[in-house]
């Protein structure tokens, strides 16, 4: 443990804040993505599905246009049309949207091994870092410190979901539409349509949040690249209680919890690596917990979400 | 302020003229006409599914109609939605509230607006709605959130959205349903004002005779879809209007009232707390007795409490703190202690809260008693023989009208409905029966009906706790009336010498 001595057990300390940011990032997106989604009332449990398509096409168009910007853009769109399906399908008579976003998930996951094969042995160029930790000789902390181009847009995407919720005519809409649809119907607005360009907009950051995994860390694709960030994304809105900020602040939260395993593993404590890697989803439950009653609903809750159809 | 508005044209005449709708076979409206003189307060009286709800959405164009026209300022119009309708200074209020609880008054009002910036600078808008709000009659803080405005300032805010998007010819559909008598007093004379000053003019569906007699310019009276009279409101008394609106048929099958010993008490409610589904008390210290052979009537506008205290009696819900017996024994509404001590209940919307749809009729009946001798076949068994020669003895018993016993329940008219959740429940010896808005939405028959199957179990000594917000059932069943106000029970008065006034009051909250 050469490397890690120059700094000791301060290791474990940074090396969770770099993996808070490191981690988080696709959790921060395809969570404000679920965000977006469930504020216009609806639940679109295919998000893990549309991260794992993202991934693969990010990796394959990376490596085809040696663009890995062109990468995420592609990841993006790609999420676009599932989100349109889910949205549309959504909106007919007896379709139940958790019931449809199981099944979109699976489909998404099955589409990306099919369609992703023959990029499993090429490598395809990353996704640039900015090197935070220049100013330091120490080679830990410049690892930990060089800071991925999407986690900064994702810092200013969060806030600036807030402010469009709050002041924005779209924005607005969006939260009529999720709180009282009838209401909505009666202000002239077509919910329906409405809810589709929330799905949409949701999938095209799924998308991107899984060009993020392919793309930069863990930076490669396989079929074991997804570890359930899409699912996690449902319970991380909740959590936020349906806030963008508070998405960010609950993402890094669960980022920082995924990177106690490998920091403690990079100082030498081994023991217990597999329980340490369980955490964040020992933290979700525990924050679930924490948060659930029987007898009360949260009153961020958007209430057309409570609509059982 | 009306030297400024005294230059505001006078709002346009609107008239509709021979409207006809059908639903499919159903013919909901035939031919039906009526004229909105400018600046005038015009009721749409009826009973319910008399087709004034489809007259008025023919006139939003929120349905189109069949046949007929709409007129407004003499020009027809083909309005096609409410977006439409508020171009041609027509806006409706409903009777549900359209208005976002999560947000604020100032944002209820922007939002209602058509055409909204990209943008919106909540500040300026603000400072805008400061300045629409000077020149209302009333007002209220733009800053507080809507989900915690009493019902009165919420159809207030209703009203306000309509005047601040310009409407002159507003559309209510039962605006005072949800208000306490004061605050409908309030509101509808406050409209009444508007429309003398010549700011707007009011069309507003109705059924009670008392807001013609008292607000009203003209009215409409509408029996299964037809105009079967109407006239200066002045001109006419309720009896007379009464008559247009039911006709001939009056099936007012009465049960003598006989008069029961003053029985045990069982019913005790004891400081009874409880919190709705997001943790606000809305209970707060309960106390009430039921003796056998008494009706005890509940009043109060909805949403004070009667809602959660019949779900504690159900079983449907733990309160906080507090205690309930029944028959001298705690009682937690489980199915073992609903059975033990002979709790019955009739709630509102028996539908959704008292059968399960998609099941048969026969099966909704027996969903009491299914797991007991003698329905039961080897201990786990059920018979269905049994509980269909059971049902089918009930269908007879209480004038159930369904195709057959195996009918899914979900298929049948709401009367019909609460007909077999009467069977249900009245069947046997009751000790304590709770009934919720019982009559809620049913059709004149079925309620006279239900009504005289609550008397005859309060005649056979059972203790009735009728929880309503409709102040003439309270009066028609009750032998002793509480007023439920914020969670309390807030006055108590014998029905014989209730004053409608003093309990008009408590429900408002003033003493």
Known sequence: MAGASGIGIWGVPLGVLGGAIRISTPFLFVSLGECVTEKSGRVNLGLEGTLVMGAMSAYAVSYLSGSPWIGVLAAGLVGVPFGALHGWLSSRPRVNDIALGIAMMLLGVGLAFYLGKPYIKPTAPHLPALPLGFWSDNAEVRAALDVNALFVLGLVLAPTLGWFFRSTRPGLVLRIVGENAEAARAMGYDVDRVRLFATMAGGFLAGVAGSFLSLFYPGSWNERLSSGQGLMAVALVIFARWDPLRCLYASLLFGGASAIGPALQSVGITSGYYLFNAAPYVLTLLIMIASSSATRTSADMPAELSVLR | ?511
Do not use: W
């Open chain 2, 1 to 511: 302020m009306s030297a400024a508005l005294a230059s505001v044209p006078a709002p346009p005449a609107l008239e509709a003229v021979g409207i006809t709708k059908r639903f499919g076979d159903s013919t909901v409206l035939d031919s039906a006409s009526l004229r909105l003189a400018p600046g005038s307060v015009h009721a749409i009286l009826g009973e319910n599914g008399a087709g004034k709800s489809t007259l008025v959405k023919c006139i939003m164009g929120f349905y189109r109609a069949d046949a007929g026209e709409v007129t407004i300022g003499g020009k027809v119009v083909a309005l096609d939605g409410p977006r439409d309708a508020q171009r041609h200074g027509l806006g409706m209020v409903y009777q549900h509230f359209t208005l976002v609880e999560n947000m604020t008054v100032g944002e209820n009002l922007v939002l209602s607006r058509a055409e909204l910036p990209f943008v919106v600078d909540f500040a300026k808008e603000r400072r805008e709605i400061d300045a629409f709000m000077e020149r209302m009659p009333f007002r209220l803080d733009p800053t507080r959130i809507v989900r915690n405005l009493a019902a009165g300032e919420k159809q207030k805010l209703e009203i306000l959205k309509q005047l601040y998007l310009g409407t002159r010819i507003v559309i209510l559909d039962e605006p005072t349903s949800v208000l306490t008598p004061a605050e409908a007093d309030e509101v509808l004379s406050l409209l009444g004002t508007m429309a003398k000053e010549g700011r707007i003019s009011v069309l507003m569906i109705t059924h009670k005779f008392r807001e013609v007699v008292g607000f009203a310019d003209d009215v409409t009276v509408l029996r299964r879809g037809a105009v079967v009279g109407g006239g200066k409101a002045s001109e006419l008394s309720p009896a007379q209007m009464a008559e247009m609106m039911v006709g001939s048929e009056v099936p007012r099958a009465s049960v003598k009232r006989s008069a029961v010993e003053g029985g045990a008490v069982v019913l005790e409610v004891k400081g009874l707390r409880a919190a709705d589904d997001i943790g606000v008390e809305v209970l707060s210290g309960v106390d009430l007795l039921v003796t056998e052979g008494e009706v005890v009537g509940v009043a109060g506008v909805s949403g004070n409490g009667q809602d959660e205290l019949v779900e504690i009696l159900a079983g449907q819900r733990a309160p906080t703190s507090g205690e309930v017996r029944v028959g001298g024994a705690r009682y937690g509404g489980t199915r073992t202690e609903i059975s033990a001590r002979r709790v019955r209940l009739l709630p509102e919307a028996p539908l959704k809260n008292a059968c399960v749809a998609a099941l048969s009729v026969s099966d909704n009946i027996g969903l009491r008693v299914f797991d007991e001798s003698p329905y039961t076949v080897a201990r786990f068994g059920v018979s269905r023989g049994a509980l269909r020669r059971a049902a089918e003895a009930a269908i007879r018993a209480f004038g159930i009208r369904t195709p057959s016993a195996d009918a899914a329940i979900g298929t049948l008219s709401g009367g019909n409905v609460q007909r077999a959740v009467l069977a249900r429940e009245l069947d046997g010896r009751i000790a304590l029966l709770v009934a919720a808005n019982p009559c809620f939405g049913l059709d004149f028959g079925a309620v006279a009906e239900i009504r005289a199957r609550i008397l005859l179990a309060r005649n056979e000594g059972a203790a009735v706790l009728l929880v309503s917000t409709d102040l003439d059932e309270i009066f028609a069943l009750s032998d002793r009336i509480l007023v439920m106000s914020e969670g309390r029970i807030v006055h108590e008065t014998p029905a014989e010498s209730a004053d409608l006034g003093v309990i008009g009051r408590h429900m408002a909250g003033h003493s």
